[in-house]
Nanobody, 123 residues
């Protein structure tokens, strides 16, 4: 059974940093792209960042470019999201997702999802 477990969320003041982790289990994900999405209260789930299976391709939402960095460790089946210079508008539940094959920016195209981790940025 595939399972994705996020961790690392919390409460941080504006300008601070957090590092999210997502550990995948249940199969080998070395040929899967991995991504982070987020959903704020009353809003739709939105793309944040994605990374290809071989780490050669990364994509970011314009709102996080230059502040967030996605990475992965295939030996550990884990994807990370380093978030710096956090802003109150980054407050959301952050979800990791995996997709067989190429990166996608669309939530519905992902195969598996985690349960999410709350990130709250205070002003």
């Amino acid at each position: 059974q595939v399972q994705l477990v996020e961790s690392g969320g919390g409460l941080v003041p504006a300008g601070g940093s957090l590092r999210l982790s997502c550990a995948a289990s249940g199969r080998t994900f070395s040929t899967y792209s991995m991504a982070w999405f987020r959903q704020a209260p009353g809003k739709e789930r939105e793309f944040v960042a994605a990374i290809s299976w071989n780490r050669l391709i990364t994509r970011y939402a314009d709102s996080v470019k230059g502040r967030f960095t996605i990475s992965r460790d295939n030996a550990k089946n884990t994807v990370y999201l380093q978030m710096n210079s956090l802003k109150p508008e980054d407050t959301a539940v952050y979800y990791c997702a995996v997709k067989s094959g190429l990166i996608t920016l669309y939530a519905y195209e992902n195969d598996y999802w985690g349960q999410g981790t709350q990130v709250t940025v205070s002003s």
